[in-house]
């Protein structure tokens, strides 16, 4: 079984609740979610997600329950974006519906636009500089103040040109 409700918050913002359930005899996979959506000022956008899952995958195993949860915050403006991101899913999660793909894994995003306009006229139109740091724990690591399995920082320029051309540099 899976039921979602979701409504409006306001004029910018949302609220959904998901629930499934999913049983064969004595065993179970439940998950309980909340999640939101916000737009404020026009260019900026927050969202959450916590969800719960309570599991018995053998008749002689006791239950297990785990969290799931992330947040995002970005900023659409013009000369200048960013998307920070944070997800984690702890080891013990299960969902029998489907939606996790790595489990017992955090990973943090720190990604910001910088664009620059050119004067009209010019060949070149715009030019971009993206860096993106991008960190991936296992979820026990991260919940006890352990350090990263993954550390990367990732640096892209691009260019516009007259006429719509395009070259992106990594």
Do not use: C
Not at 99 to 117: K, N, S, V
């Amino acid at each position: 079984t899976i039921a979602r409700i979701q409504g409006d918050v306001g004029s910018r913002g949302k609220l959904g609740l998901l629930l499934t359930d999913r049983e064969d005899g004595s065993l179970y996979n439940r998950v309980a979610s909340l999640d939101g959506r916000r737009v404020f000022a026009g260019i900026y956008s927050a969202q959450a997600q916590y969800a719960q899952s309570f599991t018995r995958l053998t008749p002689t195993s006791a239950s297990t329950s785990a969290p799931l949860w992330n947040a995002l915050l970005s900023r659409n403006g013009k000369a200048f974006k960013f998307r920070y991101a944070f997800d984690a899913v702890d080891e013990r999660f299960r969902t029998q519906s489907g939606f996790i793909g790595r489990g017992g894994i955090a990973t943090g995003l720190l990604d910001q636009w910088y664009t620059y306009y050119l004067p009209a006229g010019h060949f070149l139109e715009t030019i971009v500089y993206d860096p993106t740091f991008m960190y991936t724990w296992r979820y026990n690591a991260l919940v006890h103040q352990g350090d990263a399995i993954e550390k990367k920082l990732h640096n892209r320029i691009a260019v516009t040109a007259r006429g719509g051309w395009s070259a992106d540099a990594t």
